[in-house]
């Protein structure tokens, strides 16, 4: 088992800065991928980024592509998302998901419960 605890959600204005943080207890966090996804209310999951283990590879959604950055810590255990230049549309709760294989789509093995991130206009 694998679990994971989001952190760093929150208020912020069109145009600002926000940093998520995942947290990973359990097992060997090196020997997975890890993945941020987002879900807004009545949307299904998103794919936002991807990151292989070692780090080397990242994946970005469209939407977000220029504008987030995925970085992992494995000395650490932690994934981040930093979020640039947040538009209203950002809005949704953020989930940090953690698989053997990296993916774009949500077929990750464990999952945190989410953190909200709210962009205000």
């Known amino acids: 088992q694998v679990q994971l605890v989001e952190s760093g959600g929150g208020l912020v204005q069109a145009g600002g800065s926000l940093k998520l943080s995942c947290a990973a207890s359990?097992?060997?966090?090196?020997?997975?991928?890890m993945g941020w996804f987002r879900q807004a209310p009545g949307k299904e999951r998103e794919f936002v980024a991807a990151?292989?283990?070692?780090?080397?590879?990242?994946y970005y959604g469209i939407s977000v592509k220029g504008r987030f950055i995925i970085s992992r810590d494995n000395a650490k255990n932690t994934v981040s998302l930093q979020m640039s230049s947040l538009k209203p549309e950002d809005t949704a709760v953020y989930y940090c998901?953690?698989?053997?294989?990296?993916?774009?789509?949500?077929?990750?093995?464990?999952w945190g419960q989410g953190t909200q991130v709210t962009v205000s206009s």
């Open positions: 998901a953690a698989g053997r294989t990296l993916r774009t789509t949500p077929g990750y093995d464990y």
């Open positions: 990151i292989s283990r070692s780090g080397g590879s990242t």
């Open positions: 359990g097992r060997t966090f090196s020997n997975y991928a």
